[in-house]
């Protein structure tokens, strides 16, 4: 069984001029724990006092999510997260020659000894703390040093690897491909009779975000991160709403409260000052209007004409939009949601004028101001008798 993990509150707030104040945080962890993600990571309390707090608050808030923190390989930021109440925490450490080298001035057994003193550290202090570590930029580091980390971070007490694609450098079908990687990572895992669940964290710089993350979901990777629109750093990681509805719709993983993601990215993209695009995939506002004629008329008679998904899994409805492109025949269907049966060819040609006229400036006309056009078209030709 998959599990979700999400990062609004940790990977989104490093989203450059992202920052959510306590109580919003709060509102958004209570949203996700609703949602039913499995793990709601909330922070790195070392970050500052308000994180810490926040953290915290969530963590006693008794929610049926798991309420995670970040930790750096330190006792410090464990001590710091085990004050918080977290039943989960995620250390990272890098394990790659060159940044262990240039940055830390270690070797890798150095490395992983300041990694599995901290793991261990923290399974003593509360053994049933649940313990990831990510080896950062996990799929552009030696893979043997991957391996020689998590096998140790494992044998310490880690109960989760996670495999970080953090710059988005893995690209579906080819030699980097996420599948390929997390089968042999597990495979390696395995000769050593060691059998974590498998984390993977993608970044979205090529847009394969979701892609590399149903790829190692194909190879049976235990969890996958995500983050409501998507947020994080740079172009951010794998959009929240759109793994849940797959997952859900083309993996019969059929358990998270769907119906409260509307609600949830209103609440995200309010307060990150991030609006969600208009053809944004599940829930832009555009993802389930018709608005070309021929797309109107064929989705009048049957939705799934021009639909792969039910709008109503989210609570959300279809709705259609005329403009330039539309005929009378999208006119008439439209004309009748509104309840507009008696018009007569003469006014419904007026309308259509009209409608074509807006959509010629570059707007659509929704239901709402058809109703206006509907209106002044009568009052003008009764005006003009
Ligand atoms: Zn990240």
Not at 92 to 100: A, N
Not at 112 to 118: A, N
Not at 161 to 168: E, K, L, N, P
Not at 214 to 225: F, K, M, N, Q, S
Request: proline fraction near 3%.
């Amino acid at each position: 069984m998959i599990w979700v993990l999400d990062s609004t509150l940790r990977e989104g707030e490093q989203t450059p001029g992202v920052y959510f104040d306590k109580h919003i945080k709060l509102a958004i962890a209570s949203l996700l724990d609703e949602i039913g993600v499995n793990i709601i990571e909330a922070g790195h309390p070392m970050v500052t006092p308000e994180i810490h707090a926040a953290v915290k608050s969530i963590a006693q808030k008794g929610f049926k999510s798991i309420v995670g923190a970040h930790s750096r390989s330190l006792k410090n930021d464990v001590d710091l997260a085990l004050e918080c109440g977290v039943g989960f925490i995620g250390i990272f450490y890098c394990v790659s020659d060159e940044r262990l080298a240039n940055v830390f001035k270690k070797d890798l057994d150095d490395a992983i000894k300041q990694i599995t003193d901290v793991i261990k550290y923290a399974k003593n202090i509360k053994p049933d703390l649940l313990i990831r570590y990510t080896p950062e930029d996990t799929v552009r580091s030696q893979f043997e040093n991957v391996v020689k980390a998590a096998a140790a971070a494992v044998e310490a007490g880690a109960d989760i690897i996670s495999v970080a694609d953090t710059t988005g450098y893995m690209v579906p079908g080819t030699d980097r491909s996420m599948y390929d990687y997390i089968s042999k990572l597990k495979d390696e895992l395995a000769q050593r009779k060691l059998f974590p669940k498998i984390a993977v964290h993608c970044h979205n710089d090529r847009g394969f975000a979701l892609a590399n993350a149903l790829d190692a979901y194909r190879a049976g990777v235990d969890v996958i991160d995500a983050a409501a629109l998507g947020l994080g750093e740079r172009a951010g990681i794998v959009d929240l709403a759109q793994l849940l509805v797959t997952l859900t719709v083309d993996y019969n993983e059929n358990r998270w409260n769907l119906k409260k993601i509307t609600e949830l990215y209103d609440l995200v993209s309010k307060h990150s000052g991030i609006p969600i695009p208009a053809n944004y995939p599940i829930t832009g506002r555009n993802a389930f209007t018709h608005c070309a004629g021929v797309h109107t008329h064929a989705a009048s008679i049957n939705p799934m004409h021009y639909e792969s998904l039910h709008p109503d899994i989210l609570g959300r409805a279809r709705s259609f939009a005329l403009d330039h492109m539309s005929g009378i025949a999208s006119l008439r269907y439209a004309l009748n949601l509104i309840d507009e049966n008696s018009l007569d060819d003469d006014h419904q040609q007026s309308v259509l004028a009209e409608v074509k006229s807006v959509g010629q400036r570059g707007r659509t006309v929704d239901l709402e101001e058809l109703k206006h056009i509907v209106d002044a078209v009568k009052h003008h030709k009764t005006y003009a008798k």
